[in-house]
């Protein structure tokens, strides 16, 4: 691969990455509540601390799959760095869920909602690239400059919660 295409894509490498090591840390809080609760191996069973672990757990992977696939939609179709800053975002916001779902369940609140919007952000960001595309292919206009601007001058919004 040459450096322009890693160029390309290294931000959104580094955010799946980090994406990676938390999902770890969170197997291994459930593998360490689990052993904690039953004395054994993981179970399903257990102390309502270990459900709490458990429903986050499975909470935060069902999302994952959807939040990976607008990352790199939004990186490769829009614009690299405002995807990533967005996905360091949403792996801060999945934290805040995950561990306000150990305490209260109305603590991760907050966090599913600003989670909510920074998938509906990577979201839109691919929508503007795709579109950007065909408006290229059939008229020759290409709006891209104009995306990136408002792509990465909208991204620091999302800090606003």
Sequence with gaps: MDQETLGSIVLLAIVTLISVVQNAFFASKLEHESKHCNGKGFQRAGSSAFDRVYTANQNC???Y???LAVLWCAGLLCSQA?????GLMYLFVRQK???GYLGER???TPG???GKRIILFLFLMSVAGILNYY????FGSDFE????TITSAISPLLLIP
Excluded: E, N, R
């Design 112 to 114: 599913y909602l600003f």
């Design 145 to 148: 400059m104009y995306i990136k």
């Design 97 to 99: 869920y995950f561990v």
């Design 61 to 63: 992977g069902h999302a």
């Design 65 to 67: 799959p959807t939040f």
């Design 106 to 108: 109305t603590q991760s």
């Design 135 to 138: 408006l290229i292919f059939f």
């Design 82 to 86: 405002p995807a990533a800053f967005a």
